[in-house]
């Protein structure tokens, strides 16, 4: 503010370009203590709009403590429609599990729901860790994007070269990039729902 009302003293800059510039400094001045106040609120207000995710730091915290207690339970990737239905099947069996799903929306309707979920990127070794990998016995892919399931698949091998995998893919094209991964036990969407219809009518039947 100074340094401006110097220029404009000594002809430095236009009066048509300084004034309008020294106005909005003033402004802001006065507009700063105010926005300083009432930063959490307009942060939270721009968080919910924008669904800005957390720190990866805090996700993998948040992870740790759900799974904590957790031991040859299942990883389910993914809380879309196919995840809470397989979480669903799981909960009525009493088999422990922990969905991990990127979608804040989502991991809100799981949460709603009952699933076990968590806020996570389950492409990311830090959120698979977290989410207690070293001591699952399966791991079930089934978001229907072919690119996340594969770095998903690609980051488990790396870690646990041995545990079983279950993917859901949309096609066969998806299906057999993920064949070539071993221990990767492939489904097609269709013949999954297939699957689940023949075993309800196997339960209604006995």
Do not use: F
């Not at 000594?10 to 926005?35: D, E």
């Not at 729901?113 to 989410?131: E, K, Q, T």
């Amino acid at each position: 503010l100074l340094l401006l009302g110097m220029a404009l003293q000594h002809r430095l800059i236009p009066a048509a370009i300084a004034q309008p510039a020294l106005v909005a400094l003033v402004l802001s001045m006065a507009i700063a203590p105010l926005l300083i106040r009432q930063h959490e609120r307009w942060a939270g207000l721009l968080t919910r709009t924008t669904q800005l995710a957390q720190p990866p730091q805090a996700e993998e915290s948040d992870i740790a403590v759900h799974a904590c207690q957790l031991q040859d339970h299942i990883i389910v990737c993914g809380a879309g429609r196919l995840g809470l239905a397989v979480s669903h099947a799981l909960r009525e069996r009493g088999v422990p599990h922990l969905l991990l799903e990127a979608s804040d929306a989502q991991v809100q309707d799981a949460r709603a729901s009952g699933a076990p979920v968590c806020y996570g990127d389950a492409s990311r070794s830090a959120s698979l860790l977290a989410a207690g990998l070293e001591r699952a016995r399966l791991l079930i892919v089934t978001y229907r994007q072919p690119i996340p399931a594969q770095h998903t698949v690609a980051t488990v091998r790396q870690h646990r070269p041995d545990l079983p995998i279950i993917a859901v893919c949309a096609n066969e094209h998806d299906a057999e990039q993920l064949r070539r991964q071993p221990g990767v036990c492939v489904y097609l969407e269709a013949a999954a729902i297939g699957v689940a219809l023949a075993e309800a009518a196997l339960a209604w039947a006995a």
